[in-house]
């Protein structure tokens, strides 16, 4: 390594420290609402440091970290926005939709990823000599690679959750109905349903009794559910809940023309699964099975060929 490439290392690290110097100032902090309104709250005297039985450490990593991993989340969410669709995934696949929370993971995965790029930098230029720009440009990658993995990963799940939600809808639906025309209130009949049952729409009721009982009137928990889960056939079934609650409307043959409905979008959805999956059998019969089986039927005859020559 030049003298050159140390200079330039140095310098940078000094950059760097001069920055992270100026952020941990109090000038460029900002002042937050709860600090503005603390000192207006009454508070439990404090006990004595000399009672307290907590850790003797003035300060922890975690602690040291945390303000700094903040700053990074909102910094990413500022260069990749969309954060009203990532609030979606997050409900969509059963999270709080808490968006600074998700972009400090995606920044924690993004320093994992460049961590394991740094590795592989300094081999790379301890072993080949590689350019110092080279392996810069390596880190970033990997960083962009890192938040963008775990962004995946949040729409996996976003689609497993609704898949699963939509196999349980038909019998929740179903169970809903029978109740109903048994003779209770919309209310009584999904209280019923979400102790009975177990599963992911089976919580999403329970919260919205939850909402109901906290002061929420039960058309607004619903119309929450639908928001949250953001699916057709879901949203379909609140809209007659709601009409149900609002007008008293029957509502036993709509529920069951919707468990209807839904089953049939899981046969058909079945199908089309079933089609692409013979497509994709096709690959090892033509690439393997076959080539086997022709070869079996021709390798006697080219023996006997042979033998016969």
Request: with cysteine; glycine share 10%.
């Amino acid at each position: 390594m030049t003298g050159a490439w140390w200079g330039a290392v140095l310098g940078l690290m000094l950059a760097l420290g001069g920055v992270l110097t100026w952020a941990g100032l109090p000038v460029s902090r900002r002042v937050k609402l709860a600090d503005r309104v603390e000192p207006y709250l009454d508070r439990p005297a404090r006990r004595s440091s000399l009672l307290a039985l907590d850790d003797p450490r003035p300060w922890s990593a975690g602690e040291l970290l945390t303000p700094v991993a903040a700053r990074a989340a909102r910094l990413l969410d500022r260069l990749l926005g969309g954060a009203e669709s990532v609030r979606a995934r997050l409900h969509r696949a059963g999270m709080a939709g808490d968006v600074e929370a998700f972009r400090v993971q995606q920044v924690v995965w993004g320093v994992l990823c460049s961590a394991l790029a740094v590795l592989l930098g300094m081999v790379l230029w301890f072993t080949r000599g590689t350019s110092p720009g080279v392996v810069l440009l390596l880190v970033g990658c990997a960083f962009l690679a890192g938040v963008m993995i775990r962004d995946s990963l949040l729409s996996r799940a976003a689609g497993r959750r609704e898949r699963q939600i939509m196999a349980e809808f038909p019998a929740v639906a179903e169970l809903l109905a029978l109740s109903v025309t048994a003779g209770e209130g919309t209310a009584q009949a999904l209280e019923r349903v979400a102790r009975l049952s177990r599963g992911e729409l089976a919580a999403e009721l329970d919260l919205c009794l939850a909402q109901a009982r906290t002061g929420a009137s039960l058309p607004e928990a619903l119309h929450g559910l639908s928001r949250r889960t953001g699916i057709g056939p879901i949203i379909r079934f609140v809209d007659g809940l709601v009409v149900a609650l609002q007008r008293g409307t029957p509502l036993g043959e709509v529920l069951r023309a919707q468990a209807a409905d839904a089953r049939e979008a899981a046969r058909q959805e079945l199908i089309e699964e079933g089609g692409k999956r013979e497509i994709s059998m096709m690959v090892p019969v033509v690439f393997l099975i076959l080539p086997v089986t022709v070869l079996f039927a021709v390798f006697p005859g080219a023996t006997m060929l042979r033998l016969a020559m």
